[in-house]
């Protein structure tokens, strides 16, 4: 199964939509560095749908440019922004709840 084909909290909660799946994304591999290529895949999104919203993404300071490879473009999110830093937040806490909640299934089950 892969990433976009998952069920999450997260979309749950905030809908499924391209946005949410490429912040998504984005959320989870914060650390990394990726392309628009690599982002719309991990999203499961298409390239052209990803292009549509990126100048907006880009504008709003939510993701920064890191390095380029060849005529790549390598990015990842802001964390100096301050909207970043909570929305990081509120996905960690979500996760935690998520993952709380599943526990507590499986011991119920065992």
Not at 6 to 17: I, M, N, Q, S, V
């Amino acid at each position: 199964m892969k990433f976009q084909d998952e069920k999450t909290l997260f979309r749950e909660l905030f809908g499924d939509t391209p946005k949410i799946r490429v912040f998504e994304y984005l959320l989870e591999g914060r650390e990394l560095d990726h392309s628009i290529g690599d982002i719309a895949e991990g999203a499961g999104i298409t390239r052209v749908t990803l292009f549509r919203m990126w100048d907006a993404i880009e504008k709003s300071k939510l993701i920064v440019h890191t390095r380029n490879i060849g005529n790549a473009k390598l990015c990842k999110l802001n964390m100096h922004n301050p909207y970043v830093r909570l929305l990081a937040d509120l996905f960690d806490k979500i996760i935690n709840v998520d993952f709380q909640e599943k526990k507590k299934e499986k011991q119920l089950v065992a």
